[in-house]
């Protein structure tokens, strides 16, 4: 039963670490699209690498490591903690474009591109905190 | 020791779930006076009060005339050497060099013969190269606070990592990050609100002298433009 229990905290974890990875993903692509030169290539390349690494066995290894690690203690505090954080903060930078955008200051696409790629980062997240929290209440 | 490093962490602890909240609601509470100042005056309706001048002559040779083509078409036709603000609203030395091509919108495109003596053509030529720089480094503001929330994402949902695998040195140094990251954003949330206000000016008095420009009264224009003896007393004129 504790095993049972423990093998769920680490899915949930993963999950929560996977939306996060690749929501920073999302975040820091859209930064590289809105740069110019070479600090675009820069921001494309770690933005794709981070999403290339949400899909590889870095989240599993991680959460199963940290359920380890903390020995569940705490551990739904700290998986809210990851969730609410990977939602609230990516929108955070489509915040600034966004009031440009409704108070009148002409779009150009590096604006564009902070105002949907974080919104996507975030909503991104909602349905990650969504699963986890039907799979959380199943039997 | 044993009872002082829980204590610490906890104390950290507190620190972030503090940052977490306050600070996207003191960035929020920052720029939301400026939303609200803009959503509450809404888009400046202008419409000049002269009618086009009909002329069976070229577009050449009159004084001042509003011809047919968009703000890109006479930035085509400029080139980019000569060429102040962008296709929202600027002006450009036309062919030739005698006259300008004068915009307040992508259709409202305006000749006016050059005169460096005219102090609503250089009033006009001073907003448009303000409002262009204030628009460069709300971009830049812009990208700088999306590095810092990228910044605070990483260092706060980094933080029952750092706490995990590095113990309370990283939690403190964790905590530390989360605090530098947030000055970095207030500070881009700062500067992005000034250059808005700034912003707001320099197109209000582009519009002000693009009206004078028309031939229209200083009253007529200041109506129309909506600007504050404040926003016109910046522009010189």
């Not at chain 1, 905290?9 to 070479?38: D, K, N």
């Not at chain 2, 009033?123 to 590095?147: C, H, K, P, W, Y």
């Not at chain 2, 990592?161 to 040195?169: K, N």
Request: aromatic share 6%.
């Amino acid at each position: 039963m504790v095993e049972q229990s423990m093998s769920r905290e680490v899915v949930l974890f993963r999950r929560a670490i996977q939306g996060a990875v690749a929501g920073l993903g999302i975040l820091i692509g859209s930064i590289g699209v809105a740069e110019v030169g070479w600090l675009r290539v820069l921001g494309l390349a770690i933005g794709l690498l981070a999403l290339a690494a949400a899909f590889t066995q870095l989240p599993e290894s991680l959460a199963s490591r940290f359920v380890e690690r903390t020995g569940g203690k705490r551990s739904r505090f700290y998986l809210a903690w990851i969730s609410v954080g990977s939602i609230i903060l990516p929108p955070g930078a489509a915040l600034l474009p966004a009031m440009g955008l409704a108070a009148g200051v002409p779009l150009d696409a590096g604006s564009a591109a902070l105002i949907v790629g974080p919104t996507v980062a975030g909503l991104l997240n909602l349905i990650v905190l969504v699963a986890n929290l039907v799979e959380s209440r199943a039997p | 020791m044993r009872q002082l490093r829980p204590a610490l962490q906890r104390a950290v602890l507190g620190i972030l779930v503090v940052s977490l909240i306050g600070c996207p609601l003191t960035f929020a509470a920052a720029v939301a006076p400026l939303g609200s100042v803009a959503l509450a005056q809404g888009p400046i309706q202008f419409t000049p009060d002269v009618a086009p001048l009909v002329t069976e002559e070229p577009p050449d040779s009159i004084l001042e005339d509003e011809v047919q083509f968009t703000s890109s078409d006479a930035m085509q036709l400029c080139g980019s050497e000569l060429l102040w603000g962008d296709g929202t609203m600027g002006m450009c030395l036309a062919p030739g060099g005698n006259s300008y091509y004068v915009w307040t919108g992508p259709s409202e495109v305006m000749i006016v013969p050059v005169d460096a003596t005219n102090p609503n053509q250089l009033g006009f030529l001073q907003a448009v190269i303000d409002r262009s720089a204030n628009e460069g480094r709300m971009d830049e503001a812009e990208r700088t606070a999306a590095l810092s929330f990228a910044g605070l994402f990483i260092t706060v949902v980094g933080f029952p990592f750092a706490c995990a695998f590095a113990t309370l040195v990283g939690c403190i140094i964790d905590g530390a990050a989360v605090l530098v990251t947030a000055g970095l954003l207030a500070e881009a949330a700062n500067s992005y609100t000034t250059d808005r206000e700034d912003f707001e000016t320099h197109s209000v008095q582009a519009k002000y002298h693009f009206c004078r420009m028309q031939g229209n009264t200083d009253q007529a224009c200041r109506d129309a433009a909506g600007i504050t003896p404040e926003q016109l007393g910046g522009s010189g004129g």
